[in-house]
C-alpha cells in the first residue's frame, strides 16, 4: 500500500489559476485515507526568484526539501499529492537511482532551463531540473536521473529548446496515440533497462474533454482510460519506485466533483 504526501504547491505555476491548485490538492485528500497521509505545510508566501530566472525560487527550494524529507522517511511507494508538478523534483531526489527509469505523463515536456523558458515559471522546468540543469537551489545533482532512463508519454505541446534537447539526447516518447495500447508504455520503459519505476502524471496528460480542472490544457490527449491501463500494466510488470499527480487546478467545488472519479481512478492504477 502506498503512502500519500499531500503538498498543495502553487508557486511552480505560472498559470492565472495558481492559487486553484492549493484547492485541487485538497480535494484530492480529502478522498484519500487520513492515516495514509501526511500533510506538509506549504509556505503560503509567493518567495523570490534569488537572481535564478525562476518565480518564486526561495519558497520551491524550501519546499523541495520538505518533500524530500517526507518521502525519504518512508518505507513504503510514496505517491505525491500536489499542487504543480515542480513537486516532483524532491521526491525524484529522494528516490531516483541506476535502475529507476522515470514516466513523465505530461502534455508539456518541462525540459525548459531558466534561460529558455518563456514564462520563469518552475513548472515547465521541473524535469530539466531533475536531469541536472538550471539553477543551482533548484537542480538534482547530474548523473542522478539521466536521459536514456526518461520516457515522456503523452506530451504532445513542445517548446524549441525542449525539442532540441529531446532530439539529442534521443528521449523515449510513447505519443498520445500510442497509449491505445498500453504495453506501448511498457516496452519503453523496458528499453531503458530499468527494474523500477516512478510515475509522474499531471492531470493535463488527459484530453481536455476528459478532465477540465487543469491550468494548461491540451487537445488531442488520450482519454482517462488509456492512461489507466498504461499505468496498470507499469504496475503489473515494475516495481514502483513512487509517484506523483499534479495540477488538478478546478475552477469550483463543483468542479472538483466532476473530475474527482476520474482522478481516484488514476489514484488507484498507482497505489
Known amino acids: 500500500m502506498a503512502h500519500f504526501v499531500i503538498t498543495p504547491q502553487w508557486q511552480g505555476s505560472g498559470s492565472a489559476r495558481a492559487m486553484q491548485l492549493i484547492d485541487g490538492a485538497e480535494a484530492i485528500a480529502g478522498d484519500l485515507p487520513a492515516s495514509a497521509c501526511t500533510r506538509l505545510e506549504v509556505p503560503v508566501e509567493a518567495g523570490e526568484s534569488l ?14 526539501d520538505l518533500v524530500r524529507d517526507a518521502v525519504a522517511a518512508r518505507s513504503e511507494p ?28 505530461d502534455a508539456h515536456a518541462d525540459l525548459n532551463t531558466p534561460e529558455s523558458s518563456p514564462s520563469g515559471a518552475f513548472c515547465g522546468m521541473v524535469l530539466r531540473a531533475a536531469l ?64 523500477r519505476v516512478y510515475v509522474h502524471i499531471d492531470l493535463d496528460v488527459l484530453d481536455p474533454s476528459v478532465m477540465t480542472g487543469v491550468s494548461l490544457p491540451v487537445p488531442f ?42 482522478i481516484l481512478r488514476l489514484v488507484g492504477a498507482v497505489a
Not at 537572481?51 to 523541495?64: E, H, K, P
Open 51 to 64: 537572481d535564478t530566472g525562476i518565480r518564486r525560487a526561495s519558497s520551491l527550494g524550501r519546499i523541495r
Open 221 to 262: 490527449g488520450p482519454t482517462a482510460s488509456e492512461v489507466i491501463a498504461a499505468v496498470r500494466a507499469l504496475r503489473d510488470r515494475f516495481p514502483l519506485a513512487g509517484a506523483t499527480i499534479a495540477e488538478f487546478s478546478p475552477a469550483s467545488a463543483d468542479a472538483a466533483i466532476e473530475d474527482m472519479p476520474t
Open 132 to 195: 541536472g540543469d538550471g539553477a543551482d537551489r533548484l537542480r538534482l545533482a547530474r548523473g542522478i536521473l539521466t536521459p536514456d532512463r526518461l520516457v515522456l508519454a503523452g506530451t504532445r505541446e513542445l517548446d524549441d529548446a525542449e525539442q532540441q534537447y529531446i532530439d539529442e539526447h534521443s528521449i523515449r516518447r510513447v505519443l498520445p496515440g500510442d497509449l491505445v495500447d498500453p504495453e506501448a508504455l511498457v516496452a519503453a520503459v523496458a528499453d531503458t533497462g530499468a527494474s
Open 78 to 105: 510514496v505517491v505525491v499529492i500536489g499542487g504543480d508538478c515542480g513537486v516532483s523534483l524532491g521526491a525524484l531526489e529522494a528516490v531516483a537511482a541506476e535502475d529507476v527509469a522515470v514516466v513523465w505523463l
